[in-house]
């Protein structure tokens, strides 16, 4: 590559994340929840997504790309981590610095968020944070409609049943803490 058409690809993609760094940023902090890991995140796929920025044919299609890479990248991230997790008979308590409801019920669902498995996770970050439709969500994620629908149903599920255990004051709490180990608080 000759340094003109070197110039007019570095100028392309910083002009690319210039526009789009804020979305990109946000998506990022979905599918990993922490700020710096989103930060990390980002910048990892930002990296990956660079050494690739030629063969994007169409750049309209680049925001798909980058997050397909930071869905592979976070799930690298992932199965990375889990192997190195060791299990622990006291888990440390966790409080909310920030007092105002929305910022505890964003901290709570981000929380609720981490006992999905990762293609659980990434449905639900595609399908209600980037309001894709179940069709968009199929195709960034290689999989069939009926598959999002299916993954979307059980996470839900899932995190109904999450945020049932840890809200022993709910209506419904009543009914799941006979399934939840530790008097209606999950263990993790």
Request: aromatic share 4%; glycine share 4%; net charge positive.
């Amino acid at each position: 590559m000759n340094s003109r058409n070197h110039r007019a690809k570095v100028m392309d993609f910083e002009e690319y994340v210039r526009i789009r760094h804020d979305d990109l940023l946000r998506s990022a902090r979905r599918l990993v929840g922490d700020p710096r890991d989103a930060q990390d995140l980002l910048q990892t796929a930002l990296l990956r997504t660079y050494r690739r920025w030629e063969c994007i044919a169409d750049k309209q299609l680049a925001d798909a790309y980058m997050r397909r890479v930071m869905i592979n990248t976070r799930t690298e991230w992932w199965r990375a981590r889990k192997l190195q997790e060791l299990p622990s008979a006291q888990l440390p308590d966790r409080s909310v610095e920030d007092s105002a409801e929305q910022h505890a019920d964003r901290a709570l669902l981000m929380d609720i968020m981490r006992v999905l498995a990762p293609q659980q996770r990434s449905v639900v970050v595609l399908r209600y944070w980037e309001r894709m439709s179940t069709e968009e969500t199929a195709a960034a994620l290689g999989m069939a409609p009926g598959t999002v629908k299916s993954t979307l149903h059980r996470a839900l599920a899932r995190l109904r049943e999450e945020l049932q255990c840890r809200d022993p004051g709910s209506a419904a709490a009543s009914a799941t803490e006979r399934r939840c180990p530790t008097g209606g608080r999950r263990a993790r």
